[in-house]
Nanobody, 120 residues
Framework: QVQLVESGGGLVQPGGSLRLSCAASGSIFSINNMGWYRQAPGKQRELVATITSGASTNYADSVKGRFTISRDNVKNTVYLQMNSLKPEDTAVYYC??????????????WGQGTQVTVAS
């Protein structure tokens, strides 16, 4: 069994910062891409940022210059540093990981989601 456990969400004022973490555990051989997605009420889930195993990153235009994705390959953890937060960043944030399990089986895993609310 594998799981992704997210932490770090919460309520923050506009202009503030939050750091999300997502740790993968279980029968994992390796991890390819990791990423963060978000879903606001009444909207579809959208990509926020992704990072490859070699640390190449990709960001949605709406978060470029404000958010930074990083990962610790030893801890199987991906982070999302969010600065200069805006009310429109309010959403449930989901972690995603492209896993290679023991036995060389691929598995696309999702976290349970963590709420981020930006409001005064």
């Amino acid at each position: 069994q594998v799981q992704l456990v997210e932490s770090g969400g919460g309520l923050v004022q506009p202009g503030g910062s939050l750091r999300l973490s997502c740790a993968a555990s279980g029968s994992i051989f390796s991890i390819n891409n990791m990423g963060w997605y978000r879903q606001a009420p009444g909207k579809q889930r959208e990509l926020v940022a992704t990072i490859t195993s070699g640390a190449s990153t990709n960001y949605a235009d709406s978060v470029k210059g404000r958010f930074t994705i990083s990962r610790d390959n030893v801890k199987n953890t991906v982070y999302l540093q969010m600065n200069s937060l805006k009310p429109e960043d309010t959403a449930v944030y989901y972690c995603n990981a492209d896993l290679v399990l023991l036995g060389n089986r691929g598995y696309d895993s999702w976290g349970q989601g963590t709420q981020v609310t930006v409001a005064s």
